[in-house]
T-cell receptor
Framework: ETGVTQSPTHLIKTRGQQVTLRCSSQ?????VSWYQQALGQGPQFIFQ???????GRGNFPPRFSGLQFPNYSSELNVNALELDDSALYLC????????????????FGPGTRLTVT | SQQGEEDPQALSIQEGENATMNCSYK?????LQWYRQNSGRGLVHLIL?????REKHSGRLRVTLDTSKKSSSLLITASRAADTASYFC????????????FGGGTRLMVKP
C-alpha cells in the first residue's frame, strides 16, 4: 500500500454533469500526476502538477482541469461529462523534480471508478 | 494513444513456471518502468531500468532493455498464484513534459 489516497472510490454521474476527484499525495511528495484508464487499457497521462503549477499535459481537452494545493493534495475536475469519460482515474505522487522527475517511480493511489450514464 | 505494444496480451501458466512479457516502444527514452495492477486497482511499481542499463534484477524479477530494438522484457521466475495480475510497461522520455506513457498491458494468470 502506498500513502496515496483518493476519494471517492466510486462515482456515478450523468452525461453533461461536472465531477471533482480528490487525491492526497504521499508524505514528502510535491509532484502529483493524474491518469485515465479505460477498461482493458493502460493508463493515459492527463496532467501533472508540481508545487501548485501545471507541469505537463497529455492529449486531453480543456474540460479536464486540475488544482494542487499548498499541502500538495490535488483535484481533478471534469466538466460536461461524456460517456467516454467512464474510466478508472488514477492519481500518482512522486518525490519531485530532482533532475528528471520522470526518472523516479510513481506511487499510485487505488483510483476512483467513474461511470457516466 | 498508447506508446507501444505489450506481448502477449494475455498469458496463462502453471505455478512454478516462468512468465515472460515483452514491451516495445517507438521513440528514444530516458527510462522504462514496469508496474503491476491487481483487479483494476492502483498500480504498484516493480522495477525501473535506465536507458544506459541492459539488465536489472529484483527478487524473482528480471528486466532487460534493448534500446537498439526499442524493446524490453520482464521475466518472473518461479511464478506463484499471487503473481496473477496485469503488468504494464511505462516509458519516460527526454522531452515529454515529465509524463509516463503506458503500454496496453499483459494479463497474467498463474494457476495453482
Amino acid at each position: 500500500e502506498t500513502g496515496v489516497t483518493q476519494s471517492p472510490t466510486h462515482l456515478i454521474k450523468t452525461r453533461g454533469q461536472q465531477v471533482t476527484l480528490r487525491c492526497s499525495s504521499q508524505s514528502g511528495h510535491n509532484t502529483v500526476s493524474w491518469y485515465q484508464q479505460a477498461l482493458g487499457q493502460g493508463p493515459q497521462f492527463i496532467f501533472q502538477y508540481y508545487r501548485e503549477e501545471e507541469n505537463g499535459r497529455g492529449n486531453f481537452p480543456p474540460r479536464f482541469s486540475g488544482l494542487q494545493f499548498p499541502n500538495y493534495s490535488s483535484e481533478l475536475n471534469v466538466n460536461a461529462l461524456e460517456l467516454d469519460d467512464s474510466a478508472l482515474y488514477l492519481c500518482a505522487s512522486s518525490p519531485g523534480l530532482a533532475g528528471w522527475v520522470i526518472s523516479n517511480e510513481q506511487y499510485f493511489g487505488p483510483g476512483t471508478r467513474l461511470t457516466v450514464t | 494513444s498508447q506508446q507501444g505494444e505489450e506481448d502477449p496480451q494475455a498469458l496463462s501458466i502453471q505455478e512454478g513456471e516462468n512468465a515472460t512479457m515483452n514491451c516495445s516502444y517507438k521513440t528514444s527514452i530516458n527510462n522504462l518502468q514496469w508496474y503491476r495492477q491487481n483487479s483494476g486497482r492502483g498500480l504498484v511499481h516493480l522495477i525501473l531500468i535506465r536507458s544506459n542499463e541492459r539488465e536489472k534484477h529484483s527478487g524473482r524479477l528480471r528486466v532487460t532493455l534493448d534500446t537498439s530494438k526499442k524493446s524490453s522484457s520482464l521475466l518472473i521466475t518461479a511464478s506463484r498464484a499471487a503473481d496473477t495480475a496485469s503488468y504494464f510497461c511505462a516509458t519516460g522520455y527526454n522531452n515529454a513534459g515529465n509524463m509516463l506513457t503506458f503500454g496496453g498491458g499483459t494479463r497474467l494468470m498463474v494457476k495453482p
